[in-house]
């Protein structure tokens, strides 16, 4: 209210907020803005600077959790929980260990297929539309990937694999298992009727050689 109201008006706000169910005096916007911060208020100012002191004195690397820890150890009492809470309001995070996996790696000399969809991601009727893409999940044995395809219209998994490798052979394995899919569905084109699309991610993996032995029976295959 207070950023429209040199637009709008205080009064004019009130009254829309009302339509909408929302009841709010005038007078009751001009007391808040002078009633004085509760002690709740006052207090969160205070540890954010606490808060922060300590995010630089650690080379802005701490999360919340050590940053809580700290505090609690030169005497500040604090919840982790409100440390947390004013951290986001604050706009503050701590560093994250371990390398960020990537799962599309673009060849730049790769040939793609052309891209039919233009990033138009509906569908009016199943087996019109299938996207493609694959992901990771970190285990305790490791990083699994999982390849998967999934029919627009009906959000339905038609097929996927996993494997403890991002290699071009997972993305094969689940295009096996799309077509598996793709039988099972008893999917059958007439003449006249729209191509099924099997939509792609970019990545290298992706831009299979062996597309040949790989394309699906009546399906027009597209990259993202």
């Given at each position: 209210m207070t950023e429209c109201?040199?637009?709008?008006?205080?009064?004019p706000i009130c009254t829309t907020l009302t339509e909408f169910g929302v009841k709010i005096a005038p007078s009751t916007y001009y007391a808040a803005l002078t009633r004085p911060k509760s002690a709740r208020e006052v207090r969160d100012e205070e540890l954010k600077k606490e808060i922060q002191r300590v995010y630089d004195e650690n080379y802005q690397v701490y999360g919340a959790r050590k940053i809580?820890?700290?505090l609690r150890r030169e005497g500040v009492a604090?919840?982790?929980?409100?440390?947390?809470?004013?951290?986001?309001?604050?706009?503050?995070?701590?560093a994250v260990r371990g390398k960020t996996v990537r799962t599309t790696v673009s060849d730049k000399d790769g040939v793609r297929a052309l891209d039919l969809v233009k990033r138009q991601f509906t569908a009016?009727?199943?087996n019109r539309l299938w996207v493609a893409d694959f992901t990771y999940v970190s285990t305790w044995a490791g990083t699994v990937y999982t390849a998967f395809g999934i029919d627009v219209f009906s959000r339905k998994i038609v097929g996927w694999t996993c494997s403890m490798s991002k290699e071009t052979d997972l993305v094969l394995d689940a295009i096996d298992a799309i077509e598996i899919g793709l039988r099972d569905r008893s999917y059958q084109w007439k003449e006249g009727e729209d191509k099924l699309v099997h939509h792609s991610d970019a990545g290298s993996q992706l831009e299979i050689n062996?597309?040949?032995q790989h394309r699906l029976a009546g399906a027009t295959i597209a990259d993202r």
């Open positions: 109201k040199d637009r709008f008006g205080v009064e809580w820890r700290e604090v919840g982790r929980c409100r440390v947390e809470r004013l951290m986001r309001n604050m706009g503050l995070a701590g009016g009727a199943p062996r597309s040949s």
